[in-house]
């Protein structure tokens, strides 16, 4: 495969937002590829799209991704690239990633997985239960708004997106009191400090692949998947298998409060899952282990028995 290798006069194309943690993620994947070839970085051409959900006026102004697109507002216009031939491999964050992919496209690449705990971020207050009853909290993740509802219904909850750099500004315009900032993305930045605390997945269990970074590709391009596969972490694959199946049997979206977390122990795959009624009235959760090659199914399973228990009109609002 020598000579099919990329060089700084015909470079690999890595397509990616333009977010300082998008770039961070374009960065590691370049640095991992570089190194497991022994290639200049020049060999490796970053090229950022911007995305509808990376639109500054809706950004500033809050508004709910449930009401303008869902997951897809931050991958399509780089699928669209990508399916072109304008890029050569699309890096995601996977929580921001639907379950199904568009035909032509392979997503079956991950490095290892990070910190997949929220963190809870304030500028007055060391922690969530140090909150007082009527702060605001701000999060434009129906997750997260249902699991506070849930464990804090006397908080105020406001709508809050942008990034690290955005969130803080307006914290420190008061728009809210508190947030919460993945500690994979703050890991990532450099800026764990922003955090005043991590939350364990006992107190908030995190988003389904949290903390995993995807590596997307055309389909019938046999060159690309030869050279990811050199960076591929396993094991992050075999808990994105479970978690991704449980979403995909819940027909998750951004429109829908659900969570996930798989992890391995020798050879067994835990899964937790939960599920929550937008306003937090209700949460069903499920917990199971099974040997690892069982993880996507046992996701299935336990997302049919979801649904059964559940019923009808779940998830409206």
């Known amino acids: 495969m020598t000579q099919d290798l990329p060089s700084p006069s015909?470079?690999?194309?890595?397509?990616?937002?333009?977010?300082?943690?998008?770039?961070?993620?374009?960065?590691?994947t370049r640095r991992r590829l570089a190194d497991a070839f022994d290639l200049a970085a020049e060999a490796f051409e970053i090229v950022v799209i911007k995305t509808t959900g990376d639109n500054r006026a809706m950004i500033d102004a809050d508004q709910p991704l449930k009401t303008i697109?869902?997951?897809?507002?931050?991958?399509?216009?780089?699928?669209?690239?990508?399916?072109?031939?304008?890029?050569?491999?699309a890096v995601h964050s996977m929580k921001d990633m639907p379950?199904?992919?568009?035909?032509?496209?392979?997503l079956d690449t991950y490095?290892?997985?990070?910190?997949?705990?929220?963190?809870?971020?304030?500028?007055?207050h060391g922690g969530l239960d140090a909150l007082p009853a009527g702060a605001r909290i701000g999060s434009s993740s129906l997750r997260r708004r249902a699991q506070m509802m849930a464990r804090r219904p006397d908080l105020e909850l406001v709508e809050f997106r942008g990034n690290v750099q955005t969130r803080m500004r307006k914290l420190?315009?008061?728009?809210?009191?508190?947030?919460?900032l993945a500690m994979a993305g703050l890991r990532r930045l450099d800026m764990v400090h922003v955090a005043r605390t991590a939350l364990e997945p006992e107190d908030m269990l995190p988003a389904v692949a949290q903390g995993a970074i995807g590596i997307e590709r055309r389909?019938?391009?046999t060159r690309v998947a030869a050279m990811l596969e050199a960076i591929h972490d396993a094991e992050t694959g075999q808990r994105l298998a479970a978690e991704r199946a449980f979403l995909a049997g819940l027909d998750g979206s951004c429109q829908t409060p659900i969570a996930g977390l798989a992890e391995l122990a020798g050879g067994d795959l835990r899964l937790r899952?939960?599920?929550?009624?937008?306003?937090?009235s209700e949460v069903i959760t499920d917990d199971?282990?099974?040997?690892v090659a069982d993880g996507a199914e046992a996701g299935a399973e336990m997302a049919r028995k979801m649904r059964a228990q559940a019923g009808e009109g779940f998830f409206d609002l």
Request: no cysteine; charged share 25%; hydrophobic share 40%.
């Open 111 to 124: 490095l290892p997985r990070e910190d997949v705990r929220d963190g809870f971020v304030s500028l007055a």
């Open 10 to 28: 015909a470079p690999l194309r890595i397509g990616t937002r333009g977010s300082p943690l998008a770039l961070a993620q374009a960065h590691e």
């Open 273 to 280: 899952g939960e599920i929550l009624r937008p306003d937090g």
């Open 69 to 89: 697109g869902g997951k897809g507002l931050f991958t399509r216009e780089i699928e669209e690239a990508l399916l072109a031939g304008g890029i050569d491999i």
């Open 99 to 106: 379950v199904a992919q568009p035909g032509g496209l392979a």
């Open 288 to 291: 199971v282990s099974v040997p």
């Open 172 to 180: 420190g315009d008061g728009v809210a009191d508190a947030t919460f």
């Open 219 to 221: 389909a019938g391009d």
